[in-house]
């Protein structure tokens, strides 16, 4: 591999520069301290896979604003769409006075989520609150109220998915009683638990059966790859055995798909790679290119069950962002994108796996497309936060910006956009290798 020299020079100023530094400043003062960015480097302009801040500093996006730009910044169709749209209106309303692009983007949602049975959609404006209302979809659906959910998941920061998160810190802790009716079960993690997909199922819903029992169970909420929790890819089986017993039991499925769907992973919905059914699925991040668009998509009988009124909010649908969606599901189905990506993860894979041989520092690589964990270890094989604060300051200080992950910290998470050239994955992967040259 080539060393970043060949590269252009992409940082000016030490890391953050002076004019970023000043605005972290008034940020301390003005700026709740409970919003912590990850690289407080503060962007001026964003195009393709390179964010350009305020001391004129280039970082390569391996992050994606966690997975949302998922064809760049800017991308022209959305953006077009959107501006587009901005000028007829930008608010009605759906639940008021509807308009065609909110059926429009529900439709397209049937079309592209995994299953082959009827499907409707409901929109809204976060990924957790569309996760809010799979769970009041599916208790209503069943008249039951427990809700499975799995070791190391992250599902968000309001009230209910505070409690189907794995961590408590810094989410939920101190922040009043978590929600109930609530149960957690082992997660496949075959990096630590060494268990083939179908035994981990069986360890997961045998716990199940003894803390909550099938029939007391709503729901199963779960990520197919989890992204917060370390990209962490289940084992071959685990969520067909999963899928099988809640089919079984009559347990709504809702597959979590808000960071792994929308092309992320080299194929539409992530859960199709392991030939995985949920029942409902949650498509929030990449969907609208930037704007804030959520969905719930699933099966027709469950997505009618709460009374008209009972699901929407002010801002659910929104028009803009729903006009930039229809771009976005344009493009990714698109003859050649996912191939694409699957082809960026064979690349990032092999980048990886040769860095790999060479540092004792990476105990696995995975992941798929454009969605890669590197879990980092210490010389008895537990969780090396502190190794990813090392690479992850000396990629910043040459222009590449990564995510981290893992309940410990401790995973290098890497979202480049799906679409981007082998020019930028080379340099990106030079600069990493750089950066773990430097622990
Ligand atoms: N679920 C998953 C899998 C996520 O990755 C996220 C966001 N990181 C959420 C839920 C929450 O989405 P939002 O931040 O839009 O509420």
Redesign the pocket.
């Known amino acids: 591999m080539s060393t970043t020299t060949t590269f252009p020079k992409r940082v000016r100023t030490e890391v953050p520069g002076p004019r970023s530094r000043a605005i972290n400043e008034e940020r301390t003062r003005y700026v709740s301290a409970s919003v912590a960015p990850l690289l407080p480097v503060y962007i001026e302009n964003a195009e393709g896979s390179v964010l350009t801040d305020v001391d004129g500093n280039e970082f390569i996006d391996f992050g994606c604003g966690?997975?949302v730009t998922s064809f760049g910044h800017s991308n022209e169709a959305a953006v077009d769409a959107a501006i587009a749209q901005t000028k007829k209106f930008t608010h009605t309303l759906f639940s008021v006075t509807p308009y065609e692009l909110y059926v429009e983007v529900s439709k397209l949602l049937t079309e592209i989520t995994p299953g082959d049975f009827e499907k409707k959609s409901v929109l809204s404006s976060?990924?957790?609150?569309?996760?809010e209302n799979a769970v009041k979809i599916a208790r209503s659906f069943t008249r039951r109220n427990g809700i499975a959910v799995v070791d190391h998941?992250?599902?968000?920061?309001?009230n209910l998915?505070l409690g189907l998160n794995y961590k408590a810190q810094p989410y939920s802790a101190g922040v009043g009683p978590r929600p109930g009716e609530i149960y957690r079960i082992a997660n496949s993690y075959p990096f630590r638990d060494r268990l083939d997909g179908a035994e981990a199922a069986r360890r997961g819903i045998a716990q199940l059966e003894k803390i909550s029992g099938a029939d007391n169970l709503a729901c199963l909420v779960i990520?197919p790859i989890?992204?917060?929790g370390g990209v962490i890819v289940p084992a071959p089986s685990y969520l067909e055995t999963l899928q099988q017993w809640c089919n079984d039991n009559g347990i709504v499925i809702i597959a979590?798909?808000?960071?792994?769907g929308l092309g992320r992973t080299g194929k539409l919905y992530a859960s199709e790679h392991f030939g995985f059914v949920p029942d409902l699925v949650?498509s929030?991040?990449a969907i609208a290119g930037g704007f804030?668009v959520?969905a719930v998509t699933g099966r027709a009988d469950m997505m009618d069950a709460i009374p008209a009124g009972g699901l929407s909010g002010t801002f659910s649908g929104n028009p803009v962002g729903c006009a930039a969606a229809v771009e976005v599901i344009r493009e990714l189905r698109a003859p050649g994108t996912l191939e694409r990506t699957a082809e960026i993860g064979r690349k990032i894979q092999d980048g990886l796996r040769a860095l790999q041989d060479r540092h004792a520092v990476i105990g696995d690589v995975r992941g798929l497309g454009a969605l890669h964990g590197v879990e980092l270890i210490d010389a008895d094989g537990a969780p090396n936060p502190a190794a990813f604060k090392k690479v992850a300051a000396a990629a910043a200080d040459r222009g590449l910006l990564v995510m981290g992950g893992g309940s410990d910290g401790h995973v290098l998470r890497l979202l480049p956009a799906i679409n981007i050239s082998d020019e930028l994955l080379d340099e990106a992967l030079a600069i990493l290798e750089e950066a773990f040259a430097q622990l």
């Open positions: 966690i997975g976060t990924g957790a609150e569309a996760i998941g992250y599902h968000g920061r309001t998915t990520e989890q992204g917060e979590d798909e808000i960071q792994t949650v929030a991040k804030p959520s």
